[in-house]
């Protein structure tokens, strides 16, 4: 995430956009955070106080756990959403720079989405060329294909972010297709999702 083929780099766009995101969003919005590096990991479970979680979007470092989690991100996110019982509508976010190659298969997480009406939305951050492990020649790229399953199998929405213009584009487009789909006097829940590699 500290490839610099997104300025300033993906991380720092990631962090950026997401706290910027809040103010397109309804303030009674509960929404969760959840980073996945290795291990799954809950950063905030669902909130609706916007500057607590900038706080925790701030904190979000990278990690020297290996591997990429998808699949428990999205069952870890899943389960969130499903105790909130008054939640009319539940959604992920899911961003990522990478691929999953660690964790449940994400057949199985789709299924585990599907089964408690979870849409997932996917972003995939990055450039087509890919960006560099600082220090080494390995690149990062997308796993566009696999993104665009999970949303599509999900009634969710893929988008591609080369830039961290077209990162603040898909967000404003996620919260206009759930505004859309969803009345404003019902409350709904968003749950975002940062992927920490280790670099």
């Given at each position: 995430?500290?490839?610099?083929?997104?300025?300033?780099?993906?991380?720092?766009?990631?962090?950026?956009?997401?706290?910027?995101?809040?103010?397109?969003?309804?303030?009674?919005?509960?929404?969760?955070?959840?980073?996945?590096?290795?291990?799954?990991?809950?950063?905030?479970?669902?909130?609706?106080?916007?500057?607590?979680?900038?706080?925790?979007i701030s904190q979000i470092d990278v990690s020297s756990v290996g591997g990429t989690d998808i699949g428990n991100a999205i069952i870890t996110s899943t389960n969130?959403?499903?105790?909130?019982?008054?939640?009319?509508?539940?959604?992920?976010?899911?961003?990522?720079?990478?691929?999953?190659?660690?964790?449940?298969?994400?057949?199985?997480?789709?299924?585990?989405?599907?089964?408690?009406?979870?849409?997932?939305?996917?972003?995939?951050?990055?450039?087509?060329?890919?960006?560099?492990?600082?220090?080494?020649?390995?690149?990062?790229?997308?796993?566009?294909?696999?993104?665009?399953?999970?949303?599509?199998?999900?009634?969710?929405?893929?988008?591609?972010?080369?830039?961290?213009?077209?990162?603040?584009?898909?967000?404003?487009?996620?919260?206009?297709?759930?505004?859309?789909?969803?009345?404003?006097?019902?409350?709904?829940?968003?749950?975002?999702?940062?992927?920490?590699?280790?670099?």
């Open positions: 995430m500290l490839a610099q083929d997104v300025q300033p780099n993906r991380l720092s766009a990631a962090k950026q956009t997401s706290s910027a995101f809040l103010d397109f969003i309804p303030k009674r919005t509960k929404i969760g955070l959840v980073s996945f590096s290795g291990i799954t990991q809950i950063e905030s479970n669902l909130e609706d106080d916007f500057k607590i979680l900038r706080s925790f969130i959403l499903a105790a909130e019982k008054n939640q009319r509508a539940k959604v992920i976010i899911l961003i990522t720079d990478g691929q999953g190659n660690i964790g449940p298969p994400l057949e199985q997480a789709v299924d585990y989405a599907n089964k408690n009406k979870v849409i997932v939305n996917t972003i995939g951050i990055g450039t087509d060329e890919g960006g560099k492990f600082i220090g080494t020649d390995l690149v990062s790229k997308i796993d566009e294909e696999s993104l665009k399953i999970i949303a599509q199998a999900t009634s969710g929405s893929y988008f591609r972010a080369k830039t961290e213009e077209k990162l603040k584009d898909s967000f404003r487009e996620v919260a206009r297709l759930n505004r859309k789909k969803i009345s404003l006097n019902l409350s709904f829940s968003f749950i975002f999702l940062a992927l920490i590699l280790l670099l």
